[in-house]
């Protein structure tokens, strides 16, 4: 006798099918549980003020002082006397210390009892046109002006090379740059009115230390005078 099989009842019918959905289903609970994400929850502190009706307190036992009231003013007189004033008073008299139009002046200053002083402006000339410029020590041997002022330049730019000293801080930041720095030479050859203008206050400095530190000099002369000579010259620094 041969079995028939129902194709309603086949179990593996649909296999295919039923594996698809539940893999679906796993890859979707899957994806779910990985993006699954959970914040914590602050904790919170609540507190309750309580009130106590039956709140008791002592009261401080104070001890009350009886003072005395302050006696009562004095009594006016029932009587008051008018006395005639018969005293005589002196009145000061104060004099007035202006002076009027014909008040007369007893001392006069003559004219020639006052002493007048003069005093000489210093002439300020330029390096460039002064008829003798200052001397450097050194430079004495020096014939002409222009031989001159070549030594003086030349002995200015050997005194920065010996004292230049490059500053420790500067150094470390990498601070370089070209300082400008002018000076006056005065009537007596000593070097004043040093300013200074660059990158860094560190380097100013420097450069000022090294300006100062100049040597007294021959001071310049224009007309048969000593005058002032102003001088200006850039020092750079750099970092090699």
Same mark, same amino acid.
């Given at each position: 006798?041969?079995?028939?099989?129902?194709? !309603?009842?086949?179990?593996?019918?649909?296999?295919?099918?039923?594996?698809?959905?539940?893999?679906?289903?796993?890859?979707? +609970?899957?994806?779910?549980? +990985?993006? @699954? !994400?959970? @914040?914590?929850?602050?904790?919170?502190?609540?507190?309750?003020?309580?009130?106590?009706?039956?709140?008791?307190?002592?009261?401080?036992?104070?001890?009350?002082?009886?003072?005395? $009231?302050? =006696?009562?003013? =004095?009594?006016?007189?029932?009587?008051?006397?008018?006395?005639?004033?018969?005293?005589?008073?002196?009145?000061?008299?104060?004099?007035?210390?202006?002076?009027?139009?014909?008040?007369?002046?007893?001392?006069?200053?003559?004219?020639?009892?006052?002493?007048?002083?003069?005093?000489?402006?210093?002439?300020?000339?330029?390096?460039?046109?002064?008829?003798?410029?200052?001397? @450097?020590?050194?430079?004495?041997?020096?014939?002409?002006?222009?031989?001159? !002022?070549?030594?003086?330049?030349?002995?200015?730019?050997?005194?920065?090379?010996?004292?230049?000293?490059? $500053?420790?801080?500067? +150094?470390?930041?990498?601070?370089?740059?070209?300082? @400008?720095?002018?000076?006056?030479?005065?009537? !007596?050859?000593?070097?004043?009115?040093?300013?200074?203008?660059? $990158?860094?206050?560190?380097?100013?400095?420097?450069?000022?230390?090294?300006?100062?530190?100049?040597?007294?000099?021959?001071?310049?002369?224009?007309?048969?005078?000593?005058?002032?000579? $102003?001088?200006?010259?850039?020092?750079?620094? +750099?970092?090699?």
């Amino acid at each position: 006798m041969q079995v028939k099989k129902n194709p !309603k009842v086949d179990l593996n019918r649909n296999s295919g099918l039923y594996f698809v959905m539940g893999l679906t289903v796993v890859l979707f +609970l899957t994806w779910r549980a +990985l993006e @699954y !994400k959970s @914040y914590p929850k602050d904790a919170t502190t609540l507190e309750v003020a309580q009130a106590v009706d039956d709140l008791k307190e002592d009261v401080p036992v104070t001890e009350v002082l009886k003072t005395t $009231p302050p =006696p009562p003013p =004095p009594a006016a007189p029932e009587l008051i006397e008018v006395v005639d004033d018969s005293e005589e008073i002196e009145e000061t008299i104060i004099e007035s210390t202006e002076t009027s139009q014909e008040s007369v002046i007893e001392e006069a200053i003559a004219v020639d009892d006052v002493e007048v002083d003069e005093v000489e402006e210093e002439i300020i000339v330029p390096f460039a046109v002064i008829e003798n410029v200052p001397i @450097y020590p050194g430079c004495e041997n020096a014939v002409g002006n222009d031989e001159r !002022k070549a030594c003086f330049q030349k002995m200015i730019q050997e005194h920065i090379r010996q004292q230049f000293s490059y $500053p420790a801080s500067a +150094l470390e930041l990498g601070i370089k740059g070209k300082v @400008y720095v002018q000076f006056m030479i005065n009537s !007596k050859g000593y070097v004043e009115a040093i300013r200074t203008r660059g $990158p860094d206050k560190m380097l100013e400095r420097e450069a000022q230390r090294i300006i100062a530190s100049l040597p007294t000099m021959t001071p310049g002369m224009q007309r048969g005078k000593s005058v002032k000579v $102003p001088y200006s010259i850039p020092i750079n620094f +750099l970092i090699q």
